[in-house]
């Protein structure tokens, strides 16, 4: 009777991590750039920085990695091999969200994308939680063969390989399948980023008192309807502060775009204009390649045939108005946008992010223009 309840637990518990692998593995498989930025940071902080041109395949591998573990802990593909994967990354993993909930200044550890956003202490709790299940399912499959299975789990395990890193390779060579940013296609930037700025009228706020015990010499907090805080003969007041009740409603990269040039702030004239807006954005002009110029020049000259607006945006430093062209197109204008905004908003090199009355109707990697 215990060894069933025991097989049966650790059944519950394979199930529950491969599922939670497969969700964490997609959610960061499908967006390689962002697991590459946080790689980045992780990197810079431990002086690594050395390393940083291997941070894009380091993502699409660690990411394709834990969607395919995921996958084969489901299924049960070479469930000795790859308990001991994932009780071994389960470690590794949870030592490093205590490190960053503890000593390194991260504020997201990204395990879930950008799809949830937990803080460290959330992370590491999170990976408190799976550790265990991983010990079952390591224990439960110990004493299998590690290199005994048959030609459908080879088959499985190409599969699923497949799968994973095709995936991740096509989702950074393009854009991801899924976008969960703020500026995804169907959002209004200038509206999402002024809903809450007009003044609603007094702040719902709460206030709270806190006074010493004159006996115990201890801090105690006391609301505004309390009455325990007026006897001046125990409580002496110490303090009194505010709290906000509600959270902040606008995303912090949506509050920080920002279009500038040497004559100033141009967001609300590009945000607001009517029609259509191209906005084609380069990273890096050194790394602009001459078929992605031509597809700009084929874009000016769209926007020229419809009578709509083409811009350039980069976080490269502007000398003055500047205008480039595009393989000999037509000038357009280029403007300076921060380079963290413009990774968020195209997780591409270069490429075009169209505009429609100031809603974003279509996005795409330069090689993906046509």
Request: aromatic share 12%; net charge neutral; charged share 25%.
């Amino acid at each position: 009777m215990r060894n069933r309840a025991f097989k049966w637990l650790s059944h519950a518990c394979r199930i529950v991590l491969g599922v939670t692998f497969i969700f964490s593995g997609f959610v960061k498989t499908v967006d390689p750039w962002g697991t590459a930025i946080k790689i980045q940071e992780y990197l810079s902080i431990y002086g690594l920085e050395s390393l940083s041109g291997l941070r894009f395949g380091f993502s699409i591998w660690l990411c394709g990695a834990e969607l395919m573990m995921g996958l084969m802990l489901l299924f049960k593909v070479r469930i000795r091999l790859i308990s001991i994967f994932a009780l071994a990354s389960m470690i590794f993993f949870t030592v490093l969200t205590f490190l960053s909930a503890t000593w390194l200044p991260v504020e997201d550890c990204g395990c879930f994308g950008d799809a949830v956003k937990l803080t460290p202490w959330e992370t590491f709790a999170k990976n408190l939680v799976l550790l265990p299940l991983s010990v079952v399912v390591w224990w439960r499959y110990r004493r299998d063969r590690i290199f005994a299975f048959s030609k459908a789990e080879v088959g499985c395990t190409v599969l699923f390989f497949s799968l994973a890193m095709g995936l991740g390779i096509y989702c950074y060579a393009h854009l991801p399948l899924i976008d969960f940013r703020p500026f995804k296609v169907g959002v209004n930037i200038y509206e999402a980023m002024n809903a809450y700025s007009a003044d609603p009228g007094p702040q719902a706020g709460k206030t709270v008192l806190i006074y010493r015990d004159r006996q115990t010499g201890r801090l105690h907090e006391f609301s505004l309807d309390d009455t325990e805080w007026q006897d001046a003969g125990r409580w002496e007041w110490v303090d009194t502060r505010t709290e906000e009740l509600d959270e902040p409603k606008v995303d912090p990269t949506l509050s920080e775009f920002s279009l500038r040039d040497a004559e100033g702030d141009a967001t609300e004239s590009l945000l607001t204009r009517p029609g259509r807006v191209y906005m084609l954005c380069i990273t890096d002009s050194e790394g602009l390649d001459a078929p992605c110029e031509r597809r700009f020049r084929g874009v000016v000259e769209r926007a020229a045939a419809e009578g709509a607006l083409a811009v350039c945006l980069t976080p490269e430093r502007l000398r003055g108005v500047t205008y480039r062209s595009f393989a000999g197109s037509a000038a357009v204008r280029c403007y300076n946008i921060d380079a963290t905004t413009l990774k968020t908003m195209l997780r591409a090199f270069n490429g075009m992010v169209v505009l429609d009355d100031g809603t974003i109707v279509e996005k795409r990697n330069c090689r993906d223009i046509r």
